[in-house]
């Protein structure tokens, strides 16, 4: 899983600290998956945290662009639903049987979509927030 890195800083305090968190909902994951344990059920609480979550960052940049009078460009907001979509996806899987495999396919899925959402599409927005 990816740390974060100040690279990944988009100069909003509030959205860096929940950009954060995402990362570290990962890193539990990640423990997770490598310990010997059987821990299914406590992995699959962890992907709930992690859909929970982003749904709650999700609609807080919502609601931060729309209370200075913007919005979230339609791509955005689409690449928004498509991550939560796949997340959930996830929480549905019966991967009892192959779980580091499945879990770690997921886990590296959304370290990708993370880093770029933030690099790429995050940053198109938050001059407009400062």
């Not at 344990?37 to 807080?60: A, G, P, S, V």
């Amino acid at each position: 899983m990816i740390k974060w890195k100040d690279s990944f800083s988009v100069k909003v305090e509030e959205i860096d600290k929940q950009h954060k968190e995402l990362f570290n909902i990962g890193a539990e994951i990640l423990a997770a998956i490598k310990s010997n344990e059987d821990n299914y059920d406590t992995i699959m609480e962890l992907l709930n945290k992690l859909t929970d979550y982003t749904e709650f960052h999700f609609d807080y940049e919502k609601k931060a662009m729309e209370k200075i009078g913007k919005s979230l460009s339609d791509e955005h907001l689409q690449e928004h639903e498509n991550f939560v979509m796949k997340l959930k996806e996830a929480t549905t899987i019966d991967i009892d049987e192959k779980q580091k495999e499945v879990l770690l396919q997921m886990l590296n899925f959304i370290a990708d979509w993370i880093t770029k959402h933030i690099l790429k599409t995050d940053k198109e927005y938050v001059g407009i927030l400062k």
